[in-house]
């Protein structure tokens, strides 16, 4: 009990944060940052195929959350395996910087720049390429012009979206609705065993590292502590 007061008392802006989420999710206030983590997804597909020496012929996302990339070569496995644990990882990462670290200006940036990079390369329809745009030079403008403390609350709400959506979604298409053609269906049908098996690995494997990132990200040395803000209000003063 005493370990979970603790706990309540340091991390109370992860807990209203996840809160909000939660709240606004079925939002149109939320949609764009759902298009964003779809986006995270398939740039996940098109990375795993050009570091396994395949080519991406294009990548797309639409308003209704879905997105999609066509590609050649690369190692198939990999490559549809990418989408959720490329994004869950993309998550975590960007959690795990926000509350340890303070490079969140520079990482804002470079995500823009990932962003913009792959609208110029890949990114053929206007919706997405709109998109795309938009999100990248909003980030390069806030990495430049806007205080740390902004950079950072970006980087864990997309961070903590991005981990919370991935189970959700695994969930959705690959259990609650197997018949989807999803990456784990297609995965079920080039390397054999049911689309269930795969979903429920994936959704295992994402449960596990999202523990283990709070276990990580939360510690008594993370900016999101209560003996982390007492130290930064000690300083200031």
């Not at 209203?16 to 989420?21: D, N, Q, R, V």
């Not at 970006?154 to 018949?179: E, K, N, Q």
């Not at 900016?223 to 300083?235: G, V």
């Amino acid at each position: 009990m005493r370990r979970v007061k603790r706990f309540c008392t340091g991390h109370w802006q992860l807990m209203l944060l996840t809160a909000l989420i939660f709240a606004l999710w079925s939002t149109p206030i939320v949609v764009p940052l759902k298009i964003l983590i779809v986006l995270l997804h398939e740039l996940s597909h098109a990375l795993m195929t050009l570091l396994t020496g395949g080519s991406v012929e294009s990548l797309t996302i639409d308003p209704q959350q879905g997105g999609m990339v066509i590609s050649r070569g690369g190692s198939r496995f990999l490559t549809l395996s990418a989408g959720y644990c490329g994004s869950l990882l993309i998550g975590v990462t960007l959690f795990l910087i926000a509350v340890r670290t303070n490079w969140d200006r520079f990482v804002m940036g470079l995500l823009a720049a990932v962003i913009l990079a792959a609208a110029a390369l890949y990114v053929r329809d206007l919706f997405a390429l709109a998109f795309c745009i938009a999100a990248g030079l909003l980030m390069l403008g806030s990495s430049k012009y806007l205080s740390h403390g902004f950079n950072d609350l970006v980087l864990r709400v997309i961070g903590l979206s991005s981990m919370i959506f991935v189970p959700y979604d695994i969930f959705s298409d690959t259990i609650a609705r197997s018949y989807l053609r999803s990456d784990a269906r297609m995965l079920a049908e080039e390397f054999g065993g049911p689309t269930l098996f795969w979903g429920g690995a994936w959704l295992i494997i994402s449960g596990l590292i999202i523990m283990r990132c709070l276990r990580r990200g939360l510690g008594a040395n993370s900016n999101m502590s209560l003996r982390q803000l007492k130290r930064t209000r000690r300083q200031r003063t």
